[in-house]
């Protein structure tokens, strides 16, 4: 058994104010005897960007609080609660490469009792983020920890099903995404809201596994932090669109082998895959385009190149 939690938090443009959130959560949730903690979208530093330009003040911003990974004064604060209070935690960020310091990612981390594991640089950007920061190289990682194997993922990713698939196969028994989705209308009608929903669990259900999105409260922002399982049924979430942390404490290899072998007629949606039918998913298929990463070794292959 294993106990998972997802918070739902009001991030500020205030890495200070952010590390003593992280604190709260994380000593609540130890308390509670949590093993996983999983944070929202650039919760340690805030998103002070807009959606739709670059605007240089907030790009410089950006820069300002950026942190290297592992090596940041605040990721090591936070290695050292995990440390403290027995606890994986992971949460995305503002990462700053390590040999050029003009270029930004917004990465996931994982941490825990341990130390610093790893990390995922988002490679699906939306509206003005790919502006702000370079997308991953296309690395998809799986951790192992002492409850699971945990795949990293970071919000619109979710809308590629590649993603959550690439992590399935490599082994994930848990999905975590840290996410900063956006529904204007704050109802549960918002076309956002219901998007982003079936996204969430259409990622859990194709691929039988764990699915935790921890996502930003507050103005604009889509709430309902949320654990779902492999069926998929969400097991909990948080109220609505304020602040809060759902813990829910789960058999995790039982629920997943349920569901490979008891749901859907017994319908295993990974082992009944037929990869050799997808060859038009391959890069080296005519019909294709494929943008190769990372940047300096692009690749295309025009979509009509057969003679």
Same mark, same amino acid.
């Given at each position: 058994?294993?106990?998972?939690?997802?918070?739902?938090?009001?991030?500020?443009?205030?890495?200070?104010?952010?590390?003593?959130?992280?604190?709260?959560?994380?000593?609540?949730?130890?308390?509670?005897?949590?093993?996983?903690?999983?944070?929202?979208?650039?919760?340690?530093?805030?998103?002070?960007?807009?959606?739709?330009?670059?605007?240089?003040?907030?790009?410089?911003?950006?820069?300002?609080?950026?942190?290297?990974?592992?090596?940041?004064?605040?990721?090591?604060?936070?290695?050292?609660?995990?440390?403290?209070?027995?606890?994986?935690?992971?949460?995305?960020?503002?990462?700053?490469?390590?040999?050029?310091?003009?270029?930004?990612?917004?990465?996931?981390?994982?941490?825990?009792?341990?130390?610093?594991?790893?990390?995922?640089?988002?490679?699906?950007?939306?509206?003005?983020?790919?502006?702000?920061?370079?997308?991953?190289?296309?690395?998809?990682?799986?951790?192992?920890?002492?409850?699971?194997?945990?795949?990293?993922?970071?919000?619109?990713?979710?809308?590629?099903?590649?993603?959550?698939?690439?992590?399935?196969? %490599?082994?994930?028994?848990?999905?975590?995404?840290?996410?900063?989705?956006?529904?204007?209308?704050?109802?549960?009608?918002?076309?956002?809201?219901?998007?982003?929903?079936?996204?969430?669990?259409?990622?859990?259900?194709?691929?039988?596994?764990?699915?935790?999105?921890?996502?930003?409260?507050?103005?604009?922002?889509?709430?309902?932090?949320?654990?779902?399982?492999?069926?998929?049924? %969400?097991?909990?979430?948080?109220?609505?669109?304020?602040?809060?942390?759902?813990?829910?404490?789960?058999?995790?290899?039982?629920?997943?082998?349920?569901?490979?072998?008891?749901?859907?007629?017994?319908?295993?949606?990974?082992?009944?895959?037929?990869?050799?039918?997808?060859?038009?998913?391959?890069?080296?298929?005519?019909?294709?385009?494929?943008?190769?990463?990372?940047?300096?070794?692009?690749?295309?292959?025009?979509?009509?190149?057969?003679?």
């Amino acid at each position: 058994m294993a106990k998972i939690a997802a918070v739902s938090m009001e991030v500020a443009c205030d890495t200070q104010a952010n590390v003593e959130k992280f604190e709260k959560y994380i000593r609540e949730a130890a308390a509670q005897d949590v093993d996983l903690i999983v944070f929202p979208e650039c919760s340690l530093q805030g998103l002070p960007i807009g959606l739709t330009a670059i605007e240089s003040p907030k790009a410089f911003k950006l820069h300002e609080v950026a942190e290297q990974v592992p090596n940041g004064e605040n990721v090591q604060k936070v290695i050292a609660l995990a440390k403290e209070n027995n606890i994986y935690v992971v949460w995305s960020m503002v990462e700053q490469d390590q040999e050029r310091f003009d270029v930004l990612y917004n990465t996931c981390v994982l941490v825990g009792p341990e130390g610093y594991i790893g990390k995922y640089r988002k490679v699906h950007q939306a509206l003005a983020e790919r502006l702000y920061m370079y997308p991953g190289n296309g690395e998809y990682p799986v951790f192992d920890t002492r409850i699971g194997k945990v795949g990293l993922s970071v919000c619109f990713d979710k809308a590629y099903p590649e993603v959550a698939r690439i992590l399935a196969i %490599q082994g994930a028994e848990i999905i975590v995404a840290p996410t900063a989705w956006r529904c204007m209308d704050r109802t549960d009608e918002d076309p956002d809201f219901r998007l982003a929903n079936i996204f969430a669990f259409s990622r859990a259900m194709e691929n039988m596994v764990f699915y935790v999105e921890a996502t930003h409260a507050g103005p604009c922002r889509m709430g309902h932090s949320r654990i779902i399982g492999p069926n998929p049924i %969400q097991i909990c979430a948080t109220t609505g669109y304020d602040e809060g942390m759902a813990v829910a404490e789960v058999d995790i290899q039982q629920e997943i082998l349920n569901a490979r072998l008891a749901a859907m007629a017994g319908s295993d949606l990974l082992k009944d895959r037929k990869p050799g039918t997808y060859s038009i998913l391959t890069e080296n298929n005519p019909y294709v385009l494929n943008y190769g990463l990372p940047h300096d070794d692009v690749q295309t292959t025009e979509i009509f190149e057969e003679e």
